[in-house]
């Protein structure tokens, strides 16, 4: 984190939510891989990014996506046990898949997945999980007042730790917690947005305007791919799958957004 | 940056693979008496296609990210993979998944966990067969490679740039001298930068391999010295890419080996085509 809030927390709250995505660029939206899902009854919402190199990344990120908002995020000493229940998910679920040679010697590597959950909890405060380099982000007016688990553009590589359907090695989640105040946007992207996002706060702009921007467009397919093309063109945004789900949150109705 | 061009389906990787198929190649390697030269180089060349097939592999099928060439030369000069695939030039790497000779059934041996090796059953496609037989027309080999990167080129002008790798145990025919060919094909350039040109020369002999050299004073001969001088400069981004792997490479390194065996010839193609095969595609 950035730093954390020290304003009083609310003891309730209600959000909304609003996402985006779209295919990195040459690609279908059935090669999609990254994945998002929420629970907002429960303010729980997750994002998960499919491992490119990987084959059925696809499902696995869908899965991880959908079990993180299910159930409260599972704790470290629980997570070995939680994936495990995921990773025979998967397996039920790419069993029988009408595969060819190459695409069964590629399945035996096993599926990967970034992912990134997030907690609203009642009392003001929030919990965050991840393993790998999908972002949350926490705007409060045109600020950035938390990013988690990167804080820097530069903190990116093309070896981010990630969860694997092999159960080998696997890497262990990494957890935040924070305060959130009413009017806040709590913000999850996958890793190439993430890092443009980054760019963005090192080079002062306003954050909440340029989130609203993105958001603005996320509606109109055309509009939106004219945007982010725009930026995958100038090399700003690295050519990815990308996914955005942005949680305004609040404790006073009479501070809706 | 050079060399850093996005790889997609439309703007795909240029692989092309020259083989000397000369008499000479049914000698065994130096250090693996057991292994003829023909043999060891269709494994591996096979091996790599099959790992690109998988790269490539999606549950839709094998996209098509990759174009590849294979040229045979010895007693003639033309494309090497068989089958459905006779005679055609660049193929794009889905059509090269669907169409092998055969799917073989080999014994690989794989770590156990517990410090052994247990034997498992795999699968192995061929594509291309091993052949000894004829001279050495390596000038012809490399002027129809020019042909092809020149076609590819002109249909894909942003394209990472073409890898084009020549495995030989021995000079060329005296008639077959390519140093002015290969200088006319390594100029050859996408707006991400020139076609590189790797030479590996195999050998009988069990002198320890020259990987990737810097300089050519080490070299043992004039023979060895013209293959370093026709192999381009790695640009710096392969060799970072094989440093960060803790292969130890320096700048300004050749895409060259010289006495390479079974392992180096492994080696050689895995360190050239690293970067390729790392890309987020």
Known sequence: MLHNSSAAPASTFQCRTRYLLLPKYGHLD???????????????????????????????????????????????????????????????????????????????????????????????????????????????????VGAFPKTSSKQF??????????????????????????????VLMTDALSQWFLQEYEQSQPLRTTLEDLLAVAADRAALEQKINRLRDSALLRNDDIVLVAVDVWGDERLRP | MSYSAVISRDNPVCLIFLVDQSHSMSQPFGLQPQQRKADGVADAINKLLQTICIKCSKQGGVREYFQVGVIGY?????????????GEGLVSIDKIARNPLRVETRIKKEPD????????????????????????????????ARGWVAGFLKSH??????????????????????????AG???????????????????????????????EDNLPDEFARRLFRMSSVLPESIVDTAVSEGIPIQHGARGFGFNADLVAVIQFLEIGTRQVMNARI
């Not at chain 1, 059935?30 to 990987?54: H, I, K, Q, W, Y």
């Not at chain 2, 966990?113 to 390596?138: H, Q, Y």
């Not at chain 2, 002008?157 to 290969?182: I, K, M, R, S, W």
Request: hydrophobic share 45%.
């Open chain 2, 185 to 215: 094909l390594r100029q050859l350039s996408s707006t991400d930068g020139a076609t590189l040109v790797l030479n590996l020369h195999i050998s009988s002999r069990k002198d320890a391999p020259i990987m990737f050299p810097d300089r």
């Open chain 1, 157 to 186: 590589d093309n070896r981010p730790p990630l969860v694997r359907t092999a159960a080998v090695n696997p890497a262990l989640p990494n957890v935040a917690r924070g305060d959130w105040q009413s009017g806040d946007n709590l």
């Open chain 2, 113 to 144: 966990g517990a410090g052994g090796l247990v034997e498992r059953l795999s699968k192995f496609p061929i594509w291309f067969e091993p052949v000894a037989n004829g001279r050495t027309p390596m000038k012809s080999a490399f002027e129809l």
């Open chain 2, 157 to 182: 002008p942003h394209c990472y740039p073409p890898l084009v790798f020549n495995l030989t145990d021995g000079a060329a025919d005296p008639d077959q001298e390519p140093t002015d060919v290969v």
């Open chain 1, 30 to 144: 059935s090669e999609f891989e990254d994945a998002l899902a929420e629970n907002s009854a429960e303010g729980r919402f997750a994002v998960a990014d499919g491992a490119t190199e990987a084959i059925c990344s696809d499902i696995w990120a869908r899965l991880l996506a959908s079990a993180l908002v299910k159930q409260p995020l599972p704790d470290a000493d629980e997570w070995e046990r939680w994936l495990a229940e995921q990773r025979g998910a998967w397996l039920e679920a790419v069993r029988g898949l009408p595969l060819d040679l190459f695409a069964e010697m590629k399945l035996a590597e096993g599926a990967a997945a970034a992912v990134l959950a997030l907690q609203i909890e009642p009392h003001g405060g929030w919990k965050a999980l991840s393993v790998g380099d999908s972002c949350l982000f926490q705007v409060r007016g045109e600020e950035l």
């Open chain 2, 74 to 86: 010895g007693a003639r000069v033309a494309s090497a993979l068989g089958g459905a695939l006779a």
